[in-house]
């Protein structure tokens, strides 16, 4: 009897290991449904031919697409330069308070970007609180002001990408390189830096991805890029063409970033065995103790304590002395609460579906390695690192196109929301797959337990810590999301998102504190669960 006929019915082969259909079918269910959009995205973009081709070799085009390379560029140098920096301060030097420093440090990611560009806007701009109280006026507008606000709320992706690496250096490296004679200054770029070389790789990836993504900022402080454009194109010119065009341009340049991000990482990989690792001695700062404190309560006041205390007392004066202007644009929306209702439920829904629909294709590539479960696995992340409005404009057109009725209405948002961020889901539970001593499970089956008893009984217990920091991952993401939240939702669905930046765009400001403020305080909870996992396991936050 040859092997394919010897495989059991509802099974298939991989590597002459049958593969359950209790796994195959769900988990190619999720590679069609999020490949489906962006295969059918690049393939009307295509179709248009010479249309496609004019659009992205005219200048504009150029334009569009060297501006964003210049954001991306300078966030990612303010970036990394905040957030290396305070890492190497915090983990290798006598710095105060360094676990404290770990924890806050990491809390602006409660803050997404676009509230920090509307603080510091009602902060700076002209008959802004600065310009009322001390007669200064300096809008944050232009590459400066856009690659400021982005590269001070992607710091703490480098931060803690550094940090970890820094603390896994043995300072037994550091001895063997004194024995040389080197200095500290050699000795840091010979050994430390090219043992945090993959952490630096992801501190320039992060905030490269925002400055190609986000168009919320953007359009707040009038920088035009590709993901300006395409936002324009969606919502105001309604050029299918163009859009598809642009967003071929935006899925391009985002593998370049990707390629670029793997460039720096490198090939080389460096182990430390526990037996031999021995914690760092922090070095002694002496008479730059003071200034280097100084510097990281700055950035932590800046990035976090200014923005918290400005909405709070912009949400006080727009509660107890609203404008005529403020009552009425209130009463035309409705409560920020109830946009807190949605957007928690919204999120707990999204992280729930993404975690369950995770586990078919990340146990596939888990225990049936092999070709087949690679190609499911790979075409279950074809969303990853796309900006959120690519994502929207090919959840759209597909959507649109196959089942129009379905458009504005919860099941499409939330399929978008598996598009961008599935592949969270799908690192949280590989990484606690990774951990689980397969011999429990082949011993309860050994005793006669069936499969879907030993996941329950055995598995799932095992795996709820990782479980557990994947559903807030993908919480606080879906929570902060923008280009879904605002351009998907069904009519009157306003989250969190949608009234803070509604308010924004209609400048009247003092009515997206309070919205902001709460999209914050509910941030920090799945942060702080984040952040405890991320201490235990080192956890990527991306």
């Given at each position: 009897?040859?092997?394919?006929?010897a495989?059991?019915?509802?099974?298939?082969?991989?590597?002459?290991?049958?593969?359950?259909?209790?796994?195959?079918?769900?988990?190619?269910?999720?590679?069609?449904?999020?490949?489906?959009?962006?295969?059918?995205?690049?393939?009307r973009?295509?179709?248009?031919?010479?249309?496609?081709?004019?659009?992205?070799?005219?200048?504009?085009?150029?334009?569009?697409?060297?501006?964003?390379?210049?954001?991306?560029?300078?966030?990612?140098?303010?970036?990394?330069?905040?957030?290396?920096?305070?890492?190497?301060?915090?983990?290798?030097?006598?710095?105060?308070?360094?676990?404290?420093?770990?924890v806050?440090?990491?809390?602006?990611?409660?803050?997404?970007?676009?509230?920090?560009?509307?603080?510091?806007?009602?902060?700076?701009?002209?008959?802004?609180?600065?310009?009322?109280?001390?007669?200064?006026?300096?809008?944050?507008?232009?590459?400066?002001?856009?690659?400021?606000?982005?590269?001070?709320?992607?710091?703490?992706?480098?931060?803690?990408?550094?940090s970890?690496?820094?603390?896994?250096?043995?300072?037994?490296?550091?001895?063997v390189?004194?024995?040389?004679?080197?200095?500290?200054?050699?000795?840091?770029?010979?050994?430390?830096?090219?043992?945090?070389?993959?952490?630096?790789?992801?501190?320039?990836?992060?905030?490269s991805?925002?400055?190609?993504?986000?168009?919320?900022t953007?359009?707040?402080?009038?920088?035009?890029?590709?993901?300006?454009?395409?936002?324009?194109?969606?919502?105001?010119?309604?050029?299918?063409?163009?859009?598809?065009?642009?967003?071929?341009?935006?899925?391009v340049?985002?593998?370049?970033?990707?390629?670029?991000?793997?460039?720096?990482?490198?090939?080389?990989?460096?182990?430390?065995?526990?037996?031999?690792?021995?914690?760092?001695?922090?070095?002694?700062?002496?008479?730059?103790?003071?200034?280097?404190?100084?510097?990281?309560?700055?950035?932590?006041?800046?990035?976090?304590?200014?923005?918290?205390?400005?909405?709070?007392?912009?949400?006080?004066?727009?509660?107890?002395?609203p404008?005529?202007?403020?009552?009425?644009?209130?009463?035309?929306?409705?409560?920020?609460?109830?946009?807190?209702?949605?957007?928690?439920?919204?999120?707990?829904?999204?992280?729930?579906?993404?975690?369950?629909?995770?586990?078919?294709?990340?146990?596939?590539?888990?225990?049936?390695p092999?070709?087949?479960?690679?190609?499911?696995?790979?075409?279950?992340?074809?969303?990853?690192?796309?900006?959120?409005?690519?994502?929207?404009?090919?959840?759209?057109?597909?959507?649109n196109?196959i089942?129009?009725?379905?458009?504005?209405?919860?099941?499409?948002?939330?399929?978008?929301?598996?598009?961008?961020?599935?592949?969270?889901?799908?690192?949280?539970?590989?990484?606690?797959?990774?951990?689980?001593?397969?011999?429990?499970?082949?011993?309860?089956?050994?005793?006669?337990?069936?499969?879907?008893?030993?996941?329950?009984?055995?598995?799932?217990?095992?795996?709820?810590?990782?479980?557990?920091?994947?559903?807030?991952?993908?919480?606080?993401?879906?929570?902060?999301?923008?280009?879904?939240?605002?351009?998907?939702?069904?009519?009157?669905?306003?989250?969190?998102?949608?009234?803070?930046?509604?308010?924004?765009?209609?400048?009247?400001?003092?009515?997206?504190?309070?919205?902001?403020?709460?999209?914050?305080?509910?941030?920090?909870?799945?942060?702080?669960?984040l952040?405890?996992?991320?201490?235990?396991?080192?956890?990527?936050?991306?």
């Amino acid at each position: 009897m040859s092997e394919a006929t010897a495989a059991r019915p509802g099974r298939v082969r991989a590597r002459g290991r049958a593969l359950p259909w209790t796994l195959v079918l769900p988990s190619a269910a999720v590679a069609a449904v999020i490949a489906a959009p962006m295969v059918f995205l690049v393939g009307r973009a295509l179709a248009s031919g010479r249309a496609t081709l004019a659009l992205l070799t005219s200048p504009r085009i150029f334009v569009l697409l060297g501006d964003t390379l210049a954001l991306a560029a300078l966030a990612s140098g303010i970036s990394l330069a905040i957030g290396a920096g305070l890492a190497f301060l915090v983990e290798r030097t006598d710095l105060p308070g360094r676990q404290f420093w770990r924890v806050a440090l990491a809390l602006p990611l409660a803050i997404p970007p676009y509230i920090g560009a509307i603080v510091f806007l009602h902060l700076l701009s002209r008959g802004g609180t600065m310009d009322r109280l001390i007669g200064i006026a300096l809008p944050p507008y232009g590459l400066a002001g856009a690659a400021f606000i982005v590269g001070l709320y992607t710091f703490p992706y480098s931060f803690l990408f550094t940090s970890a690496a820094l603390r896994r250096v043995s300072r037994s490296l550091d001895e063997v390189a004194r024995t040389t004679g080197r200095s500290s200054i050699r000795i840091f770029w010979t050994v430390i830096l090219p043992l945090v070389r993959p952490a630096v790789g992801a501190g320039i990836f992060f905030p490269s991805l925002y400055a190609l993504a986000d168009f919320g900022t953007m359009v707040l402080l009038r920088y035009d890029t590709l993901a300006t454009e395409l936002y324009y194109q969606l919502t105001a010119f309604y050029d299918r063409s163009a859009a598809s065009a642009l967003a071929l341009q935006a899925i391009v340049l985002t593998l370049g970033f990707l390629w670029l991000e793997a460039r720096l990482r490198g090939r080389r990989r460096f182990h430390q065995t526990d037996a031999s690792w021995r914690p760092p001695t922090p070095q002694r700062l002496g008479r730059s103790r003071s200034p280097a404190l100084a510097w990281a309560c700055v950035v932590l006041g800046v990035a976090l304590v200014l923005p918290v205390m400005l909405l709070s007392l912009w949400a006080y004066a727009g509660a107890v002395h609203p404008t005529e202007a403020e009552r009425l644009w209130t009463a035309s929306v409705g409560s920020p609460w109830h946009a807190a209702g949605r957007s928690l439920l919204l999120a707990a829904l999204a992280s729930t579906v993404i975690l369950i629909l995770a586990i078919p294709p990340a146990y596939l590539r888990a225990r049936w390695p092999g070709i087949p479960a690679w190609v499911m696995w790979a075409a279950s992340q074809a969303g990853y690192a796309l900006p959120g409005v690519v994502v929207v404009l090919g959840v759209a057109f597909l959507t649109n196109t196959i089942a129009p009725w379905l458009y504005g209405m919860l099941p499409v948002m939330l399929g978008a929301f598996m598009v961008r961020y599935m592949s969270q889901g799908l690192r949280a539970v590989e990484s606690g797959l990774s951990q689980l001593p397969q011999r429990l499970g082949e011993a309860a089956r050994g005793l006669g337990e069936r499969p879907a008893r030993v996941f329950w009984r055995i598995d799932v217990p095992l795996l709820r810590p990782s479980l557990t920091a994947g559903w807030a991952l993908v919480f606080l993401n879906v929570l902060k999301d923008l280009p879904v939240n605002l351009l998907l939702r069904p009519p009157g669905f306003d989250t969190l998102p949608v009234r803070t930046w509604l308010s924004a765009t209609d400048g009247i400001y003092t009515q997206a504190a309070l919205p902001s403020l709460l999209l914050i305080v509910t941030a920090a909870l799945p942060l702080a669960v984040l952040l405890r996992y991320a201490a235990k396991r080192g956890l990527e936050l991306g």
